[in-house]
């Protein structure tokens, strides 16, 4: 027990140390800027495995893939398989949670789908001017992210739990890092753009990780055990 509990706040230690190197490099402009991007997600797949007594494959799958789509969108022509990768997790998250969601609750789906569409469709024809050949593939990405967003909500409208509201903030946070980050990559930006892509990231893959501890029952509280 004490030798997990002092690996564990290292691993929060390096943690934050990898998030401050990450968002360093991109003040800098150093080259390997990107190449740093799949750690931080690789320590919260180590500290989910270490934490949890469940080992739910929904949410590994859901880290190893975010952490692929890390490493993809990180490498040349990487791009395009990055976010199917980051699509195929939120379907993981999808088929997970509409095993709880109530048939009554399921009306909600159509009007959710919609408003989150049509918020999708804003950011394309504003922010995607020429997709190239990434535009199947983001399109996939859109619906992908519409749906878990839908029922991430529907979820969290029908129980009011402290794990869903974490799951809803999490989205959230990664609704807004996807959105700049498709700014950075097809218009021209400033690099407090990047920053705050990678930061709002961090802090929603950090929260996602939190989530799936609450959901198990792993923790009652946020701070719990980490540190």
């Known amino acids: 027990m004490f030798k997990q509990k002092n690996i564990k706040r290292l691993l929060f230690v390096l943690y934050a140390i990898i998030c401050v190197i990450s968002i360093y490099l991109i003040v800098v402009d150093h080259e390997y800027k990107f190449e740093i991007k799949p750690f931080p997600t690789l320590i919260l797949v180590i500290l989910y495995l270490i934490e949890t007594k469940k080992y739910t494959k929904t949410y590994i799958g859901f880290l190893l893939l975010s952490m692929i789509g890390d490493v993809l969108t990180s490498?040349?022509?990487?791009?395009?398989?990055?976010?199917?990768?980051?699509?195929?997790?939120?379907?993981l998250?999808?088929?997970?949670?509409?095993?709880?969601?109530?048939?009554?609750?399921?009306?909600?789906?159509?009007?959710?789908?919609?408003?989150f569409g049509f918020l999708f469709t804003i950011v394309y024809v504003f922010v995607l001017n020429d997709p190239g050949n990434s535009m199947i593939p983001i399109l996939f990405y859109g619906v992908c992210i519409c749906l878990v967003t839908s029922f991430i909500l529907m979820n969290y409208i029908e129980s009011m739990e402290h794990a869903n509201f974490i799951l809803l903030v999490a989205i959230g946070f990664r609704i807004i890092s996807d959105s700049i980050y498709a700014i950075v990559l097809f218009s021209e930006s400033d690099v407090y753009f990047d920053i705050f892509s990678l930061s709002t990231l961090l802090i929603s893959n950090f929260l996602f990780y939190r989530g799936f501890l609450f959901n198990e029952k792993q923790v009652s509280n946020f701070f719990q055990r980490m540190m």
């Open 75 to 91: 490498i040349p022509y990487g791009f395009n398989y990055g976010i199917i990768s980051y699509g195929l997790s939120y379907l």
């Open 93 to 115: 998250l999808v088929n997970s949670i509409r095993k709880h969601i109530n048939k009554e609750t399921y009306k909600l789906l159509l009007i959710y789908l919609l408003l």
